[in-house]
């Protein structure tokens, strides 16, 4: 067991090391100017010329690298500014650390995300496993369809018809309103909920026929015909034999795509106005401020990579049959 985490570690650390060399070279080595995009297009010479050296991009590129890599473990310091570790870069647009920008925006995400996963994971479950035991009755088929005629839909389109019906103009939950959990759950709850209902429901739909064929495909494996010949209740069935064996594949799919969230949350937050990890993105994106958008590339991935830990390790204690070795 320790072999293998201490094998995964190394695995993950090889990842995010190619991630932050891909991330710079993209962003600070390739065919685009840092400086220029920074300093904007009535840009003086000598303000350009202060933006490179402020960037460090007057020095070798090793050495361009080996401060950035540094940065991220032990900080940077110049005459004119400080950035503690992880340091991520400087955001010369608004003059401040891109760590602190990052962790401002990061509890949004991820209070985002979390409540999403839980709304999402329930009704997959929920529905997925009454699809599996009523399967090929009306209750199979309402699902399934509903499911599909949702997951057919362009997310944004029904984001876009979701957020201005249900939210503006019948007001029949709240607009989004971040606060944080520190000022009250409940505030914070009712902030968001609006958002994990629409985003959960929508996420659902492609977990739902997910965890319905799983359980059909379960159902008939010889243990569980065994526990049936036995006389056990079809609910016993369902819950204690056949959903162990089937949640193992669903957990590792949704332990996978909750790190690619975290990355890729740009259409939900921009619809609602959410000012978490993806509208900072777009914000950055739009002013040229390189370093933010390398420093939510490099957290969105570290967010993957640990995740696809986690899911590791869990599948081993969902699936009793899977050896961690």
């Known amino acids: ?68 890599t540094k940065g991220l473990f032990v900080g940077t310091e110049t005459e004119v500014r400080k950035c503690d570790a992880p340091c991520l870069g400087w955001s010369y647009i608004q003059n401040r650390p891109v760590t602190d920008m990052v962790l401002e925006a990061l509890p949004v995400t991820t209070s985002l995300i979390a409540g999403g996963v839980i709304v999402y994971v329930s009704i997959a479950l929920l529905f997925g496993v009454l699809a599996a035991r009523h399967r090929a009755t009306w209750i199979d088929r309402t699902i399934v ?14 984001a876009l018809l979701f957020y201005l019906y249900v939210m503006v103009i ?43 064929a799983s359980m059909i495909d379960t159902q008939n494996q010889d243990y569980v015909r065994t526990a049936r010949s036995k ?46 990890m993806g509208n900072l993105a777009i914000d950055s994106f739009n002013t040229g401020d390189l370093p933010v958008i390398a420093g939510v590339v490099l957290v969105g991935a570290f967010f993957v990579v640990t995740l696809n830990l986690i899911v590791d390790l869990l599948y081993g204690v969902v699936d009793p049959r899977v050896k961690l070795s």
Request: hydrophobic share 45%; net charge neutral; proline share 5%.
């Open 231 to 276: 006389g056990l209740s079809e609910r016993t069935i369902s819950v204690k034999h056949a959903l162990r064996a089937a949640i193992a594949p669903f957990v590792t799919l949704v332990g996978l795509n909750v790190g690619l969230e975290f990355a890729g949350s740009i259409f939900t937050e921009t619809i609602f106005n959410i000012n978490g």
């Open 1 to 68: 067991m320790l072999v293998y985490i201490f094998r995964r570690l190394l695995l993950g650390i090889s990842v995010m090391f190619g991630v932050i060399v891909v991330t710079f070279s993209i962003f600070f080595l390739g065919p685009n100017d840092p400086a220029g995009a920074i300093c904007g297009e009535q840009c003086t010479a000598e303000r350009y010329e202060s933006v490179v050296k402020s960037l460090g991009l007057d020095k070798p590129k090793t050495e361009q690298f080996t401060t950035y």
């Open 145 to 158: 369809t509903v499911s599909q005629l949702i997951g057919s839909v362009p997310y944004f389109v029904i």
């Open 170 to 212: 019948w007001g029949v939950l709240p607009r989004p309103e971040y606060s944080p959990i520190s000022d009250g759950p409940i505030q914070w709850a009712i902030g968001m909920s609006g958002v994990w209902l629409f985003w959960g429901g929508v996420a659902s739909c492609s977990y739902i026929r997910y965890v319905r």
